[in-house]
C-alpha cells in the first residue's frame, strides 16, 4: 500500500535535547512538507521540498532543520532551539510543486516537551 | 502576506446541508484547496477550485469567486461521521509550490 509513515506516533523528550522526527513516503512523490499544528489552530507550514537534495523554509522555520537526501525520506529536526516545540507535526507530500494542492498527510508525530 | 478567514465554529443536525465559507487575501492567487481533519488524524484532501465555479463530490461541493477572493465548501445531507474541522488553504506565488492553511472551522453534526 503507498502512502506515508510517520514516526513515532508520539514522541516525550526533554528540554534541551535536538529530536528528529522521521517521514517516508512510498508514493514516488518529488514534493514533501512538514507541518506543525497547534490546538484549535491551523496548519503552519515549516520546511518543504520539491526535489531531492533541495529545501526552502516556511513561515516558522527557526529552530528547525531538514534533509532532503532521498527522494522518499524527509525527516525533520526540532533542535533546542525551538522555544515551544510541543505540538502534532504532521508531513505531507504531493506529485509535483504543480500539485501542491493535493496533498498526502501521514499519521503526525505528537511531540510533547517538558 | 496571505491571510485566510474562515468561521471557527459550525453546528447543524444530521440531513442538513451547512456551508463553510473562506475569505482569503493573497499576493499571487492560484487555487483554493479544502481539507477534512477528523480529531487527532491526518488532513484529507477534498477539492480543488483554481477556477470561478462550483465542483461537485458527492455530498460535497466547493465554490470559488477569484473576484471577491471568496469560497466556500457545502456539505449536504450531513451524516455524523462528517464532524470534523475544515480547512481551506490557498496555494500563491509567495508561498512557492506549498500550501497556507485557514485556522479551520470544527463542524459538529448532532442527531
Known amino acids: 500500500d503507498g502512502g506515508i509513515t510517520q514516526s513515532p506516533k508520539y514522541l516525550f523528550r526533554k528540554e534541551g535535547q535536538n529530536v528528529t522526527l522521521s517521514c517516508e513516503q512510498n508514493?514516488?512523490?518529488?514534493?514533501m512538507y512538514w507541518y506543525r499544528q497547534d490546538p484549535g489552530q491551523g496548519l503552519r507550514l515549516i520546511y518543504y521540498?520539491?526535489?531531492?537534495?533541495?529545501?526552502q523554509k516556511g513561515d516558522i522555520a527557526e529552530g528547525y532543520s531538514v534533509s532532503r537526501e532521498k527522494k522518499e525520506s524527509f525527516p525533520l529536526t526540532v533542535t533546542s532551539a525551538q522555544k515551544n516545540p510541543t505540538a502534532f507535526y504532521l508531513c505531507?507530500?504531493?506529485?509535483?510543486?504543480?500539485?501542491?494542492?493535493?496533498?498526502?498527510f501521514g499519521p503526525g508525530t505528537r511531540l510533547t516537551v517538558t | 502576506g496571505q491571510s485566510l478567514e474562515q468561521p471557527s465554529e459550525v453546528t447543524a443536525v444530521e440531513g442538513a446541508i451547512v456551508q463553510i465559507n473562506c475569505t482569503y487575501q493573497?499576493?499571487?492567487?492560484?487555487?483554493l484547496s479544502w481539507y477534512q481533519q477528523h480529531d487527532g488524524g491526518a488532513p484529507t484532501f477534498l477539492s480543488y477550485?483554481?477556477?470561478?465555479g462550483l465542483e461537485e463530490t458527492g455530498r460535497f461541493s466547493s465554490f470559488l469567486s477569484r473576484s471577491d477572493s471568496y469560497g466556500y465548501l457545502l456539505l449536504q445531507e450531513l451524516q455524523m461521521k462528517d464532524s470534523a474541522s475544515y480547512f481551506c488553504a490557498v496555494r500563491d506565488s509567495q508561498a512557492g509550490t506549498a500550501l497556507i492553511f485557514g485556522k479551520g472551522t470544527t463542524l459538529s453534526v448532532s442527531s
Open positions: 508514493l514516488n512523490h518529488d514534493a
Open positions: 505531507a507530500s504531493s506529485i509535483a510543486r504543480d500539485s501542491a494542492y493535493e496533498q498526502y
Open positions: 493573497t499576493s499571487g492567487f492560484y487555487g
Open positions: 477550485n483554481a477556477l470561478d
Open positions: 521540498s520539491q526535489i531531492v537534495n533541495d529545501f
